[in-house]
């Protein structure tokens, strides 16, 4: 009959709510979110009396409320309750530990997987591949210091900086280029790409244009010239204060002491050793092996080793005792 027909539909619409309602508000993360879920679902189960209130003629509502309700049967009690509210306090409780176990507790145990494979063990290195190589190589990360927040905070203020600009000529904390084709070529290019581009051993007359890098890489807060950064060349992250500042950093220099002096470190090594800096210099030098004293007495010497000691020791540490014998096998009996 009709009756059973829309009881049918009825009873379909209320397991429907039942079950997705239950997996919505089951996934709902937090509290204040959980309680607008609950009041939704709310108006959801009372659309149907808002819509009789706000559009059935009145005609209609006054016949409805002169029906006489039907009379309920007498139905058993269980301790002065009846069966149809010991049967749906059953069912909910019923409703409540499926829905706990099958939603609630399944999504605990995935995140509990999740931060397991994580977040379990060691945390506390990086590791990344050379793909010209495809050798993987890792470190043992540090912990936040005032060096690492501190190249943080340039990177936000860079950032921060292209925000609130008007005009990007005036941009200090970051290189703006002109077009998207240079910025993807220029993010990807190697330093030995970028030497290869040289033509002059000089220090790059628009070193001004990324002095507040070098200044947040050093910590030099005034360095406004090569010379003021000269004391980081040797560092081996410093390859684009090589690349800008060749001249002062010594890659036209023979007894410079630099390690880190081919292209690939930024020194442009083939163009300095043509120019005529680094030519006056050789033909100033005897070609000959400098005695000890000599050596001791050359700044160059010490640096060199100093910078050798430091990358070989950070390289390979299992071998730093090798490598500081090597050194001192150098600083006590010369060539």
């Not at 176990?101 to 990086?126: H, I, K, Q």
């Not at 190249?151 to 077009?179: P, Q």
């Amino acid at each position: 009959s009709m009756m059973f027909v829309l009881t049918m539909i009825r009873f379909g619409i209320v397991i429907w709510l039942l079950c997705s309602g239950c997996m919505w508000l089951a996934r709902t993360r937090a509290i204040d979110d959980l309680v607008l879920n609950a009041v939704a679902l709310t108006f959801i189960l009372d659309v149907d009396e808002l819509l009789y209130e706000a559009i059935s003629p009145m005609p209609v509502k006054t016949l409805y409320q002169g029906l006489s309700p039907l009379e309920k049967p007498e139905g058993r009690c269980w301790n002065h309750a009846g069966w149809p509210v010991v049967c749906n306090i059953v069912m909910s409780f019923t409703v409540c530990i499926m829905v706990l176990y099958f939603e609630v507790l399944t999504e605990f145990t995935m995140m509990e997987e999740m931060r397991a494979n994580m977040c379990s063990g060691r945390l506390d290195f990086v590791i990344d591949v050379n793909f010209q190589t495809n050798q993987l190589y890792s470190v043992q990360s540090v912990k936040a210091n005032k060096t690492v927040l501190s190249e943080m905070t340039y990177r936000r203020n860079a950032v921060r900086e292209l925000i609130d600009i008007n005009d990007t000529h005036n941009v200090k904390l970051s290189a703006f280029v002109g077009s998207l084709d240079t910025f993807e070529q220029v993010t990807v290019q190697t330093m030995y790409e970028k030497v290869g581009f040289s033509r002059f051993c000089v220090d790059n007359p628009i070193f001004s244009k990324f002095k507040e890098q070098f200044r947040s890489q050093t910590g030099i807060k005034n360095g406004s010239r090569c010379v003021d950064f000269k004391d980081h060349c040797g560092y081996q992250n410093m390859r684009d204060l090589r690349f800008m500042c060749a001249l002062t950093c010594g890659c036209a220099d023979p007894l410079s002491g630099l390690l880190f002096e081919g292209p690939a470190e930024g020194c442009p090594r083939d163009v300095c050793r043509r120019s005529p800096q680094y030519q006056r210099a050789l033909a100033t030098r005897e070609c000959r092996d400098l005695s000890l004293t000599e050596l001791h007495a050359t700044p160059a010497w010490a640096a060199y080793f100093k910078q050798y000691l430091q990358f070989y020791s950070n390289w390979i540490p299992e071998l730093a005792a090798s490598w500081n014998a090597t050194q001192t096998a150098f600083m006590t009996y010369g060539c």
